[in-house]
């Protein structure tokens, strides 16, 4: 199995930056490509960005320009830089690694970042 551990949430003003790591652990050759979802109150969980292993990356069109998803395959961690926030950036965001030899996601137990003056 893999472990997905989140960290980096908190309250930020709008306009303001956050940046979110998330390590993951055990059978770590299970998984290539690492990404970040959020689910806000009230709404389905949506994708934000991900990263292949070999540094391809993909992003939702809200936050193009604004978030940037990298990754240290050595530490085996990914990062999310998030800036000019808005509120509607408000959510939890979860950490996942889809198995690449299972159909299955492994996901972290999620960070809350909320967006507020």
């Known amino acids: 199995q893999v472990q997905l551990v989140e960290s980096g949430g908190g309250l930020v003003q709008p306009g303001g930056s956050l940046r979110l790591s998330c390590t993951a652990s055990?059978?770590?050759?299970?998984?290539?490509?690492m990404g970040w979802y959020r689910q806000a109150p009230g709404k389905r969980r949506e994708l934000v960005a991900t990263?292949?292993?070999?540094?391809?990356?993909n992003y939702a069109d809200s936050v193009k320009g604004r978030f940037t998803i990298s990754r240290d395959n050595a530490k085996n961690t990914v990062y999310l830089q998030m800036n000019t926030l808005k509120p509607e950036d408000t959510a939890v965001y979860y950490c996942?690694?889809?198995?690449?030899?299972?159909?299955?996601?492994?996901w972290g137990k999620g960070t809350l970042v909320t967006v507020s003056s």
């Open positions: 055990g059978m770590i050759f299970r998984i290539d490509a």
């Open positions: 990263i292949t292993r070999g540094f391809s990356t």
């Open positions: 996942n690694a889809p198995d690449q030899y299972f159909n299955k996601d492994y």
